[in-house]
């Protein structure tokens, strides 16, 4: 079967044409007149068609040569012209489908400009600060210190004892119901009295941390329980903490305060010889108030710059019984290119981003806590007592009492911001108070078990020797691996350019040579043309 020959460089075409334009260009020449005396219309509707066949040539030139799947059919003399016409229409569509998709692409990655990936999870704990461990007394207030100090005030004319009972049970907050405003002006002039605050009353009230703390045990070496744990105040009253450097300054004793680490403290290995052991005494024969009908701590693992309160990993461990709290944590970093990412576009803080009040770091826990402040400054004209003031807020006191009982409920039970219940907004993009997640973070997951407390222990202990209450607690990471996430950009110019140029790629044969072509057959072939054309 013999095939057309097809031919590509047709001379004695080239020649002919090259014939008919010398000789246009000796009649112009030889009848100047004439052209003076053309119209301006019809010497630019000649130079549009000039300009058009220059554009035709190129372009038909510019498909017979190009890489570009299809191209080459569309100028083809061998074939009919339906099938040009069929190729033309092929053609069209693939570059409308490669533009569409890589719309849809670029809408993507601005749609979700980070991605968070498990980097590894063989990530050494040891890399990772230990979390800060907040021991809180199910009892908040001290039997004896309550009786005692119940002997040494005074009592205001026309009240009874049985009103300053309630008056230290109002240390408790939260509580159930609302108070009457006749209660509350009794308890402000039984304060005021005996010159007194609520914030003070709570203080002088509350269990001190080193009765509650026997013996403490660090990473196997016995230590000083005092210079391990520090008093802290919380929105469930005042409790016990370790490895704990939220606030901006500590409850230390000043004799020990230099012997602080300045960081959170870190271990090299795991099981409970390597972590926290104490050895806790809930002082049963002290409770006076209480939430919980048993005899106990609640336990709070958190960030050691993080503020303790719901957030925080919660257990409970009662009297006579040993517990184990296994600890296996994750960690989440960011890398350099999310922190120059625009903060729209991240959605999310770096800890020095963005100044808290009374805490040393921001976190989105911290942010809320700070945002519950806000609130209860806004209601009550007041500040919470357990707040760290410079002095410049005024503190609420016991007249105020409802209307902090009131901002709690409405922060627990409806969206900060806007004030409307959770069963109302369905849907939001919105964080509340306007605090974003963190771009790094460590999370402590947690298991508890617990078994009889074995009483020979102390056996051989005679200071020890009362400890049928005792709670012996043991807090150590589970694992020397752990889990590390990392929070990258989604797409960065090489992955976009990667992305882009597949689907270009994959539809049309697109490269940066075929880009090159398009630009040289427009501009530099008709430059070179024109300096070579004699």
């Known amino acids: 079967m013999a ?87 092929v053609v069209i569509l693939a570059i409308i489908t490669s533009i569409v998709l890589v719309v849809v692409s670029w809408y993507w990655s601005q749609e979700t400009p980070t991605v968070t ?46 009103e300053i009972h309630s008056l230290f049970n109002l240390t408790l907050l939260p509580v159930d119901s609302m108070i009457s405003n006749s209660s509350l002006q009794i308890y402000d002039r039984i304060l005021v009295l005996n010159n007194l605050t609520l914030h003070g009353l709570t203080q002088q009230l509350s269990p001190d941390c080193m009765d509650m703390i026997s013996s403490c045990i660090w990473k196997g070496i016995n230590t000083r329980c005092d210079s391990l744990f520090q008093r802290i105040d919380t929105m469930e009253g005042q409790c016990c903490t370790f490895n704990y ?57 958190h960030d050691a710059y993080n503020f303790p309160d719901e957030n925080s990993e919660t257990k409970v461990v009662t009297s006579t019984r040993e517990s184990f709290v296994r600890i296996n944590p994750e960690s989440t970093y960011a890398t350099n290119d999310i922190r120059r990412m625009d903060l729209s576009l991240r959605n999310c803080l770096f800890g020095s981003e963005r100044t808290m ?119 150590f990471f589970s694992d020397l691996m752990s889990t590390r996430f990392r929070t990258d950009i989604f797409q960065n110019w090489l992955s976009a350019l990667a992305s882009f140029g597949g689907l270009l790629g994959l539809i049309m044969g697109f490269s940066i040579v075929t880009a090159f072509e398009f630009l040289y057959f427009l501009t530099f072939r008709p430059i070179f043309n024109y300096i070579n054309r004699d």
């Open 245 to 301: 450097f939220g606030g901006i300054t500590n409850n230390f004793p000043e004799k020990i305060a230099y012997q602080v680490p300045k960081r959170p403290y870190r271990v090299t290995g795991c099981g409970y010889p390597t972590g926290l052991s104490v050895l806790l005494n809930p002082m049963v024969s002290d409770y006076y108030g209480t939430f919980f009908s048993g005899f106990g701590f609640r336990l709070l693992l």
């Open 117 to 162: 990936v498990i980097e590894s999870s063989h990530f050494p704990t040891w890399n990772i600060p230990f979390p800060a461990v907040t021991i809180c007394n199910f009892n908040k207030i001290s039997k004896t210190k309550a009786l005692t100090l119940l002997d040494q005030m005074h009592i205001p004319v026309g009240v009874n004892k049985s």
């Open 357 to 475: 009040h009374g805490l040393r770091r921001y976190s989105f826990i911290n942010c809320m806590f700070e945002c519950r402040v806000r609130m209860t400054l806004d209601h009550c004209g007041c500040i919470p007592p357990y707040v760290y003031n410079n002095g410049s807020q005024k503190v609420c006191g016991v007249l105020e009492a409802n209307c902090m009982i009131t901002s709690k409920r409405l922060f627990s039970h409806a969206l900060a911001n806007l004030n409307i219940s959770l069963s109302i907004v369905r849907e939001t993009d919105r964080f509340p108070c306007g605090c974003l997640p963190d771009c790094q973070s460590n999370h402590y997951v947690s298991e508890s078990t617990m078994g009889r407390l074995d009483m020979s222990y102390f056996s051989n202990r005679p200071t020890l020797s009362n400890a049928s209450d005792r709670i012996l607690l043991h807090v």
């Open 3 to 89: 095939f057309k020959k097809r031919r590509i460089f047709d001379l004695r075409q080239v020649q002919a044409q090259q014939l008919a334009k010398s000789a246009a260009l000796a009649l112009r020449h030889s009848n100047p007149s004439s052209n003076h005396s053309e119209s301006p219309m019809k010497t630019a509707l000649h130079q549009f068609w000039k300009i058009r066949e220059w554009f035709s040539e190129n372009m038909r030139n510019y498909c017979q040569t190009t890489s570009l799947h299809g191209f080459s059919y569309i100028t083809r003399q061998d074939i009919s012209h339906q099938e040009r016409l069929f190729w033309l229409t």
